[in-house]
T-cell receptor, first 123, second 108 residues
Framework: QVQLVESGGGVVQPGRSLRLSCAASGFTFSSFAMHWVRQAPGKGLEWVAVISYDGSNKYYADSVKGRFTISTDNSKNTLYLQMNSLRAEDTAVYYCARDPMPSWGVLGYFDLWGRGTLITVSS | DIQMTQSPSSLSASVGDRVTITCRASQSISSYLNWYQQKPGKAPNLLIYTASNLQSGVPSRFSGSGSGADFTLTISSLQPEDFATYYC??????????FGQGTRLEIE
């Protein structure tokens, strides 16, 4: 079954760190660029970060640049998002999503999404 | 970053209606425009990619058009399952992907 499953969400204090995971199954994970997208409660979608299929290129939204790091572990078919110096405005459901074209550059749209994991940054 | 503006922000319509949602970019983005549908509590679902290409498995009543800075999503005959929020997304710049604010489609 082709799917993405996020984990690692929860409540965290401002300034602390958290790492999200996204486990992929049912497809050749190492062949696809992968993204994180977030959605604050009751708000719209915000793209967060992307990593190319070979890990050679990573891009971040300005709002998280310097604080968040995207990475993959192909041996575990897992995507990560290391989030440091968390702020209240980082509170959101975080989705991992797949770029559609295998072994290609980043097209930037998403043909497969996880169900999301909620991060709440609050003291 | 490229700003994406959708109109209207909300829309009421009836089953069987033809509905059009507009998305305007703050600069030309060629055809690097995609559309998603999101239902409450669910992840978004890709409908249209690169302005006019229907994603596999998406009903043919959905269509997209436009290029440059102006784009439209059309639903030819609304079905009960189409009531949801719709987002446009530009992918003109890899490191600057942005979404529109969303259009909430409600039952009239």
């Amino acid at each position: 079954q082709v799917q993405l499953v996020e984990s690692g969400g929860g409540v965290v204090q401002p300034g602390r760190s958290l790492r999200l995971s996204c486990a992929a199954s049912g497809f050749t994970f190492s062949s696809f660029a992968m993204h994180w997208v977030r959605q604050a409660p009751g708000k719209g979608l915000e793209w967060v970060a992307v990593i190319s299929y070979d890990g050679s290129n990573k891009y971040y939204a300005d709002s998280v640049k310097g604080r968040f790091t995207i990475s993959t572990d192909n041996s575990k078919n897992t995507l990560y998002l290391q989030m440091n110096s968390l702020r209240a405005e980082d509170t959101a459901v975080y989705y991992c999503a797949r770029d559609p074209m295998p072994s290609w550059g980043v097209l930037g749209y998403f043909d497969l999404w996880g169900r999301g994991t909620l991060i709440t940054v609050s003291s | 970053d490229i700003q994406m503006t959708q109109s209207p922000s909300s829309l009421s319509a009836s089953v069987g209606d033809r509905v059009t949602i507009t998305c305007r970019a703050s600069q030309s983005i060629s055809s690097y425009l995609n559309w998603y549908q999101q239902k409450p509590g669910k992840a978004p679902n890709l409908l249209i990619y690169t302005a006019s290409n229907l994603q596999s498995g998406v009903p043919s009543r959905f269509s997209g058009s436009g290029s440059g800075a102006d784009f439209t999503l059309t639903i030819s005959s609304l079905q009960p399952e189409d009531f949801a929020t719709y987002y446009c997304q530009q992918t003109y710049t890899t490191g600057g992907i942005t979404f529109g604010q969303g259009t909430r489609l409600e039952i009239e």
